[in-house]
């Protein structure tokens, strides 16, 4: 069982027969009552976030989950989901639109990653932090149109959109951050 102080960014716990990620923690010691921990936490079955308080000095009743992670490639995806190849049994995986959630902008085929397993089963997709995509559609940056602080929309070759500054043009590579979907940097090809 954890303690409140355990409760950090990232963890992974088991609750009421469910696998969450605590997305958010903050300790709050009001001058009356008790201390306690407001979490925000996201089931990795579902993707639904809710807010859960903790008492503090308590156990929170959440658990270590079984969980693994397995390196896998991305394959190709199809009407019914997302196609993966463990790089060990070379097994064919399948994940559903649900547990793929956000990260299906930032899949490329032949793309490393890990899928987190719960009880033996694939419940979620962890990227890299910062991925290669190539723009596939934007608007021309007209010389001087900083109204909106020099930026624009434009469309990767995987359909995510992603705020860019003016002088990025098409079938160009960016660098993008997966954790906040932000540009980082323009990359040459090799």
């Known amino acids: ?22 997305v958010k923690s903050d300790h709050t010691n009001p001058g009356k009552g008790s201390a306690f921990v407001k979490a925000r936490i996201k089931n990795l079955e579902t993707g639904q976030v809710i807010e859960r308080t903790f008492k503090s000095g308590v156990t929170t009743g959440a658990s270590r989950p079984d969980l693994e ?3 896998m490639e991305y394959m190709y995806q199809d009407p019914d989901g997302f196609n993966f190849m ?6 064919t995986v399948h994940l559903t639109e649900e547990n793929i959630g956000e990260a299906r902008g930032y899949l490329q085929e032949g793309m490393r990653l890990q899928i987190l397993y719960y009880n033996g089963r694939p419940i979620d997709v962890e990227v890299p932090n910062f ?27 995987t359909g995510l959109q992603v705020i860019v500054p003016l002088f990025v043009d098409e079938d160009e590579l960016i660098k993008i951050d997966t954790r906040t979907c932000d540009y980082v940097e323009r990359v040459k090809e090799k």
């Not at 069982?1 to 605590?22: N, P, R, S």
């Not at 463990?86 to 097994?91: A, C, F, L, P, R």
């Not at 021309?140 to 990767?156: F, S, V």
């Open 131 to 157: 991925v290669v995509l190539r723009v596939k559609q934007t608007d021309p940056g007209l010389k001087g149109d900083t109204a909106q602080g020099g930026t624009k929309k434009a469309i990767m070759e």
């Open 86 to 91: 463990d790089q060990e049994t070379y097994e």
């Open 1 to 22: 069982m954890f303690q409140t102080t355990d409760l950090k960014k990232g963890l992974k716990i088991e609750l009421e027969g469910k696998v969450y990620a605590i």
């Open 69 to 71: 992670e397995k390196e």
